[in-house]
T-cell receptor
Framework: GQNIDQPTEMTATEGAIVQINCTYQ??????LFWYQQHAGEAPTFLSY??LDGLEEKGRFSSFLSRSKGYSYLLLKELQMKDSASYLC??????????WGAGTKLIIKP | GAGVSQSPRYKVAKRGQDVALRCDPI?????LFWYQQALGQGPEFLTY????????KSGLPSDRFFAERPEGSVSTLKIQRTQQEDSAVYLC???????????????FGEGSRLTVL
C-alpha cells in the first residue's frame, strides 16, 4: 500500500530551528510537496521537490532523498505565526497526490 | 475573486438529508480536485476533473456521493442521504496544469465544514 509518515506533533521555541521529517512508500514517485495549514484554513503551498537535494526559500527549506524515500522541511527563525500543521504529499506514478496526516507544530515564546 | 471559493462554509444537516457543496475554482484552471479532510488528518482524495471530464472518482466513498463540473468551471459535490460519518471538511482545489504530468501547485479553497446530526 501507499504510505506517508510524519510525526503527529512537534513543539519548538520562537526564534529556533525545527526540522519536520516525512518518509514515504508509494507506487512510483513524481514529486513531493509540503503544504502549511493553519487551523480552520485551507492548505497553502510551501515547496516542491522532484530531484534530490535541498531547496531553499527564505526561512523555509525542503530536502529530498529519493533513494531513502525521505524528505524534511526545515523552518528557521521560528515565529509564532508558524504554528500550524505541515502536510507532506507525494505524487505517485499515476500522478495522484498521496497525503500524510500532517504534523502539528506548536511554537512557544 | 482571485482564489478558490467554496460555499457554504458551514453546513449542518440532519441524517438522511441531501446536501450540495459548491466550488468555484480559479478562472482558467484545468484541474479540479475534491478532498475530504477529517479533524487532525490529511486530505483524502475523492474525485478529479480535467475541464468538464471526471477522470477519476475512485475516492468517492459510496454511491451516495456524486460530483459534477458540467461547464468545466464551477463544480458541485452532492451527498445524498447523509450519514454521521460524512461529517468532515470538504476541500476543493484547482490547478492550472493537467493531472497527467501533474507537478503543479494546488490552490485550495477554505473548505465546507459539514456536520451531520
Amino acid at each position: 500500500g501507499q504510505n506517508i509518515d510524519q510525526p503527529t506533533e512537534m513543539t519548538a521555541t520562537e526564534g529556533a530551528i525545527v526540522q519536520i521529517n516525512c518518509t514515504y512508500q508509494t507506487s512510483g514517485f513524481n514529486g513531493l510537496f509540503w503544504y502549511q495549514q493553519h487551523a480552520g484554513e485551507a492548505p497553502t503551498f510551501l515547496s516542491y521537490n522532484v530531484l534530490d537535494g535541498l531547496e531553499e526559500k527564505g526561512r523555509f527549506s525542503s530536502f529530498l532523498s529519493r533513494s531513502k524515500g525521505y524528505s524534511y522541511l526545515l523552518l528557521k527563525e521560528l515565529q509564532m505565526k508558524d504554528s500550524a500543521s505541515y502536510l507532506c504529499a507525494v505524487t505517485d506514478s499515476n500522478y495522484q497526490l498521496i497525503w500524510g496526516a500532517g504534523t502539528k507544530l506548536i511554537i512557544k515564546p | 475573486g482571485a482564489g478558490v471559493s467554496q460555499s457554504p462554509r458551514y453546513k449542518v444537516a440532519k441524517r438522511g438529508q441531501d446536501v450540495a457543496l459548491r466550488c468555484d475554482p480559479i478562472s482558467g484552471h484545468v484541474s479540479l480536485f475534491w478532498y475530504q479532510q477529517a479533524l487532525g488528518q490529511g486530505p483524502e482524495f475523492l474525485t478529479y476533473f480535467q475541464n468538464e471530464a471526471q477522470l477519476d472518482k475512485s475516492g468517492l466513498p459510496s454511491d451516495r456521493f456524486f460530483a459534477e463540473r458540467p461547464e468545466g468551471s464551477v463544480s458541485t459535490l452532492k451527498i445524498q442521504r447523509t450519514q454521521q460519518e460524512d461529517s468532515a471538511v470538504y476541500l476543493c482545489a484547482s490547478s492550472l496544469v493537467e493531472s497527467g504530468g501533474f507537478t503543479g501547485e494546488l490552490f485550495f479553497g477554505e473548505g465546507s465544514r459539514l456536520t451531520v446530526l
